[in-house]
């Protein structure tokens, strides 16, 4: 190789570092701001957008920049606080509501370098109306936002006109641009029983009544927003720079696939559970729990989730285990029957393999995490669902003779023995920890009914298919808390006509029940009925085999100062660091 | 390597270019001499040794082993024997500050999260580990050499029909073909009716977890390099005297592609192939990584090094064990692949 | 040469369609749809979302609708929009309010405010430069291994070469992430643990991905360069009276990496396209979680942009590889 051709050759060479060399950040801390960097699942936020958000990290979001009409307490979900509403009334006939919306909350930006107040063509400040609240709510209902959400408003709250709005699809080759289509689609959205009588007051018409209509109120998607901004930016308007907003929090960076990060809202000058914000910025990172708690351990977090494979070193850590909380999460870990399908279309049967799982063993040796053992499907904390406490002989439990009894009434009554059940399928997506539990049932089920059953692991996508097509005998599921109250479980999921219930359990009394409690106002009348609803489900009927209760367990370091929310959303505003 | 399933496909080992000087003669000679030189190389022996070793485990298993695999004690769960703080400092048994590990002497690895024998469980996964090792490689070396012989020895519009699938199969999307025979063979247990070759099949997937099949598609999704191969060695055997002479006698070109190219171009493909193995392992391993792996409860070793890597900084010997026994079988088929090279190179004849 | 690239263009093409087409019916076959959740939504829902992404239509339809956007280049009046600033690749702003709106790899489903071209305008820059920086690493550590094995065979030297390159090829990314995490992130702190912006950053991520690679290339380059120093021209060369240095710098060398830039080509696709394991045990921004998640969550769109890019850069580096060829061994010659 020639002298010449060698230069060339480094010359190329360094050409191409100075091309690939990542770009140095240049940027240097201010020392004096106090900050919080945590750690939110991998991958991109799917979206900061109130009416679409649907997935905890979005919705966590939205809850720190827009803040909805009522407030829950964070440490008992199903107390409300005023939010953006300062007070509120119901009508005689318990079916309109009217919300006083304050007055003094103005709408803000980040501008690049800071948080600023939006100012009309006047020069002045910008203020939140019931009008935005009404564009906000109609917004998550409107066809065109197809929004996941949409059916709280429209099944849950029956809200007036809601549905027809909804379900309104323009006609066959056109669309929504059409005017004709257009002037008859804000016909609909006109009748939506949701209106801004003047700025600060908001009437909201449903068709029943309803006795958990506040936490509805308390949804993240119950928020103003501006109208002006998003028809200017369209998808693009929650970028910051585009979006505005006007809760504890705003949207400074949004490194997509990396980080996001808020920094305070100096101009929310803080409402009763929700003061004036003591964090200057709060930094999100993207990154999966392992990782997360990498960067824990250097002493690169705040506060993480822990993992499951980290927790007996961290209980066990003299340091760690001090900075560890456990703390409830509104989540119910449960497995489906489905009941047209041999051996399980017999309830013995159902209660048998119920009644064999030892939940204790599951959250002692397997899950780890301070979960709660469960003997029916809504989490108690939930409004008016029943609590260990109040109900502890409610529900199903572990008992193997009980199990055994059950299910050798259902083999002599076929006149059959354990080997001639048809082959059983437990079917589940393809996550470490699912995969545990259930193989920890299987041996259990083994070990105290004697039946083989084949363990089935699928990818996400498809497990979801099979579920919506044809359900297989056992299945995995869990249920997470939308508003706080036992009817988002009970009514929710397992009405017969509930798209969530993939048991094809159907039974009459159970719908009665859950929807007459749904319209009852009294809390107490409310529980006694849930008490019933939950006995049929999983005890009579068996249609489930509740498993536990979740817990969120994290890590936090000592000189942060923090409250424990319950409802699966912290409440950053009230957080300091030492 | 071989992280995603994409680059599977292309991370194929060494390709030795010169094993095209294969000289006219019986095959069978061939074979035979190409035997006896294998026996003098020490190393390839050692592989063929450990690779017998695993061969028997995988057979004998349940005599191997000493417990079954899926036999759970959940109490012992994460329990760990009392010689491992000796080589990892950093796990502490319980007892000592910070202890928070089980030490139980039943397990000679330790137990895993439920509380399984992790000895028995890295035993057991030599089934899905070696069927992985050999499903796969033995489907694109049967297709490779096919598409690949027929290409380089017909030429023209074949040929160029051929590479242009080969090219298509590069960018092959495996994973959607993964999880579309994973929906099929995992949803379909309890519907086929016993007795029916659905039923048999099934049957045979779940002995080796759900993994069989798996393995059957990607090396369908992955004989773009075999072929290459194949048709860069055809390409050179066919002007060669003996296949010239075969021409010249009128012998058909179906008769001299089967009976004088195919087995001279063998050799060379089953060593890139051997090369190749550990590349179906590891994607093994990222399967479970990504949540496409083997059906619970059977192990295998991929799936073992995906789980226990999550908990490595406090468990390490769950990870690192079935990771050595990955280790040991990729050194093993290395050393026997050089080896079957060498033995197979003609120019080596007669060096010893 | 010029007629050469011509007919590899065109191929090029070719192969692409062929990949859309194969992807697009694979991934309408797997079960399941990119609306599904653990919340079963109501099907008016599911009606308006399938509105909102034209999903309703015929398969036949919405695959000739896709692959349009990106090939049908867009001349339209009126005022670019920001969403649709994001939703193409290239704008050429004619004057007059006229605009040139070319390749469009259409939505995602998953995040609301993105399109497939944002995901390739910022992830993929940032998978391109560790994939480079690993694939320099390979290089780095695999071509002495594998020279110094080849012309050390079978003396220790040789295997000890090997033995790293086995090993290398033995610990997965899963394993060797987590390890180099542990030790260089949290017990030493000599790295960020996660993260992607600095020089720092770069090095734990890249040693991972590069040191698995680096083993193929050792092992090829030991391959390769045994085969050519029983070549003639190496007898020839040594019997001129050449220097053994000379002999294998060269002659040898230069010509033994034939079959390593072969792999090189594939090689490099796969690795500037991101991988999925080691962006998320090292927390980067890449496009490599895009080829599995896109997948799992059913993103259509996704699916296809990420299959297309790296069928093309593929394509690209066969080309790159084949012209290298020349360059390597004078004797190959492209009409």
């Known amino acids: 190789m020639s002298l010449k051709r060698r230069f060339y050759l480094l010359f190329v060479l360094v050409l191409m570092m100075g091309l690939v060399a990542p770009a140095v950040n240049g940027t240097v801390m201010a020392q004096d701001p106090k900050t919080l960097t945590l750690a939110f699942g991998a991958g991109d936020i799917p979206t900061i957008d109130p009416s679409t958000a649907t997935d905890t990290t979005s919705v966590q979001v939205t809850l720190m920049t827009f803040f909805p009409l009522v407030r829950s307490n964070e440490e008992n979900p199903s107390e409300n606080f005023p939010g953006l509403a300062e007070s509120w009334s119901l009508s005689e006939d318990g079916m309109v509501w009217t919300f006083k919306i304050r007055s003094n909350i103005p709408w803000v930006k980040w501008d690049g370098s800071a948080v600023v107040e939006v100012k009309d063509a006047n020069g002045a400040t910008m203020m939140v109306t019931a009008k935005d609240v009404e564009y906000g709510a109609k917004r998550l209902i409107d066809p065109r936002t197809a929004s996941d959400y949409a059916y709280v408003p429209v099944d849950s709250l029956k809200l007036k006109g809601a549905g027809e709005f909804n379900s309104f699809a323009a006609p066959e080759g056109k669309d929504f641009t059409d005017p004709a289509v257009l002037e008859e689609l804000n016909k609909l959205r006109d009748a939506v029983g949701i209106k801004a009588v003047d700025d600060t007051t908001l009437q909201v018409e449903t068709t029943e009544k309803i006795g958990f209509a506040l936490g509805i109120f308390g949804m993240w998607n119950w928020v103003a927003l501006p109208q002006a901004v998003i028809e200017e930016f369209g998808d693009l308007w929650t970028e910051p720079g585009n979006a505005v907003s006007y809760g504890p929090f705003v949207v400074s960076e949004w490194k997509h696939d990396e980080s996001m990060t808020l920094v305070k809202n100096p101009f929310w000058a803080g409402i009763e559970n929700s003061p004036a914000p003591a964090i200057d910025s709060i930094t999100f990172k993207f990154l999966d729990t392992s990782p997360a708690f990498s960067e824990y351990e250097a002493g690169t977090m705040d506060m993480v989730g822990v993992p499951l494979s980290e927790l007996d070193r961290v209980k066990a850590d003299p340091a760690m285990s001090k900075e560890l909380f456990i703390g409830p999460n509104f989540c119910t870990y449960y497995y489906g029957f489905n009941v047209t399908k041999a051996p399980f279309d017999d309830a013995r049967v159902r209660r048998a393999f119920s009644m064999a799982v030892d939940r204790q063993d599951i959250v002692d040796n397997v899950t780890k995490g301070g979960q709660i053992p469960a003997r029916w499907f809504s989490r108690p904390g939930l409004a008016a669902a029943p609590t260990p406490e109040d109900s502890p002989e409610l529900g199903i439990g572990f008992d193997v003779e009980g199990a055994k009894k059950e299910l050798q009434a259902y083999l002599d009554e076929k006149g059959m023995t354990i080997d001639q059940l048809p082959p059983i399928t437990l079917m589940m997506n393809q996550v470490e920890g699912h995969i545990k539990i259930g193989e920890a049932i299987q041996a259990m089920w083994k070990e105290n009914l004697g039946v083989d059953v084949q363990l089935s692991a699928q990818e996400w996508g498809v497990f979801l298919d099979t579920l919506n097509q044809d359900p297989p005998q056992v299945w995995r599921l869990g249920w997470c808390l939308d508003y706080a109250d036992a009817d988002n479980f009970l009514k929710g999921v397992f009405r017969s006509t509930s798209g969530n219930n993939h048991t094809m359990w159907k039974n009459a009394e159970y719908d009665k029940i859950v929807d007459e409690a749904g319209a009852e106002t009294d809390n107490a009348k409310r529980l006694e009925m849930y008490r019933q609803a939950e006995e049929l489900l999983v005890k009579t009927d068996a249609a489930i085999i509740p498993i536990y209760w979740y817990t969120t367990v994290s890590v936090t370091k000592p000189n942060v100062v923090r409250t424990y929310s319950l409802s699966g959303h912290e409440y950053y505003e009230k957080w300091d660091k030492k | 390597m071989a992280e995603t399933a994409r680059s599977t496909t292309h991370s194929k080992e060494a390709v030795p270019i010169s094993l095209t000087e294969t000289e006219t003669q019986k095959s069978q000679g061939l074979w035979m001499e190409a035997f006896k030189r294998l026996r003098r190389n020490r190393m390839a022996l050692v592989g063929l040794g450990i690779i017998s070793v695993i061969v028997f485990c995988a057979l004998f298993a349940e005599v191997v082993a000493p417990y079954p695999y899926d036999a759970q004690i959940r109490k012992d769960n994460n329990a760990i024997p009392a010689w491992l703080p000796t080589f990892f400092p950093t796990v502490k048994p319980k007892g000592v500050e910070g202890g928070y590990a089980t030490v139980s002497d039943r397990y000679l690895l330790g137990a895993d999260a439920l509380g399984r024998d992790l000895f028995s469980r890295i035993i057991h996964g030599t089934r899905v580990s070696l069927a992985v090792a050999l499903v796969g490689p033995l489907t694109s070396l049967l297709i490779g050499i096919i598409l690949g012989s027929l290409a380089g020895f017909y030429g023209g519009w074949v040929d160029n029909l051929i590479m242009r699938i080969v090219d298509l199969m590069y960018a092959f999307p495996a994973l959607l073909l993964i999880i579309l025979m994973m929906a099929f063979f995992r949803s379909s247990f309890s519907q086929s009716e016993p007795g029916t070759l659905a039923f048999a099949l099934n049957k045979v997937d779940s002995a080796f977890g759900g993994m069989l099949f798996i393995f059957i598609g990607i090396g369908i999704a992955s004989w773009e390099n075999m072929a290459r191969l194949a048709r860069g060695q055809t390409l050179s055997v066919k002007v060669r005297d003996f296949v010239l002479a075969a021409e010249s006698i009128g012998m058909k070109k179906r008769a001299i592609l089967m009976r004088h190219v195919m087995p001279n171009i063998l050799g060379p493909l089953i060593v890139a192939e051997t090369l190749a193995i550990p590349a179906y392992i590891s994607t093994e391993a990222f399967l479970s990584f990504i949540g496409l792996g083997v059906n619970p409860p059977t192990p295998s070793w991929g799936s073992m090094i995906a789980v226990g890597a999550q908990g490595i900084r406090s468990f390490p010997n769950q990870a690192i064990f079935p990771a050595l026994a990955l280790a040991l079988t990729m050194f093993a088929f290395n050393f026997l692949g050089d080896g079957l090279r060498d033995a197979l190179d003609p120019r080596m004849r007669g060096v010893d | ?335």
């Open chain 3, 1 to 335: 040469m010029a007629a050469y690239i011509g007919r590899r263009i065109i191929g090029m093409i070719v192969v692409l369609f062929a990949v859309s087409v194969v992807t697009f019916l694979l991934m309408h076959a797997i079960p399941g749809g990119p609306f599904d959740s653990e919340k079963k939504l109501p099907p008016e829902i599911i009606d308006n979302l399938k509105e909102k992404y034209n999903l309703d239509a015929p398969l036949i339809e919405q695959y000739t609708n896709y692959i349009g956007g990106i090939v049908i280049p867009h001349i339209e009046r009126g005022k670019i929009t920001p969403s649709q600033q994001s939703d193409y690749l290239i704008i050429i702003d004619l004057g007059n309010q006229t605009y040139f709106k070319w390749i469009n790899f259409g939505p995602t489903y998953k995040s609301k405010t993105r399109s497939v071209n944002d995901i390739f305008r910022e992830q993929f820059p940032v998978s391109a430069q560790l994939g480079v920086w690993a694939l320099l690493i390979a290089l780095c550590i695999g071509l002495p291994l594998g020279t110094l094995a080849a012309l050390n065979r079978n003396k220790p030297i040789d295997y000890m070469a090997m033995g790293v390159a086995i090993t290398g090829v033995s610990v997965p990314v899963i394993v060797l992430g987590p390890i180099l995490i542990w030790m260089f992130g949290v017990n030493l702190r000599l790295f960020p643990v996660t993260g992607w912006g600095t020089p720092a950053n770069v090095v734990m991520p890249a040693f991972a991905l590069g040191f698995a690679s680096s083993a193929l290339i050792a092992r090829l380059t030991r391959a390769s360069l045994l085969e050519v120093l029983s070549e003639d021209y190496i007898r020839t060369a040594r019997a001129k009276g050449l220097g053994e240095r000379v002999v294998i710098t060269i002659h040898a060398l230069k010509n033994s990496l034939i079959p390593v830039v072969t792999v090189i080509g594939p090689l490099f696709a796969a690795l500037v396209t991101g991988t999925f394991v080691t962006e998320t045990i090292f927390g980067i921004p890449g496009m490599g979680r895009y080829f599995v998640t896109s997948i799992t969550n059913r993103d259509y769109p996704v699916i296809m942009g990420t299959v297309l890019l790296y069928a093309m850069l593929l394509v690209i580096a066969n080309v790159l590889v084949d012209i290298t060829y020349a360059w390597l061994d004078p004797r190959i010659r492209y009409t």
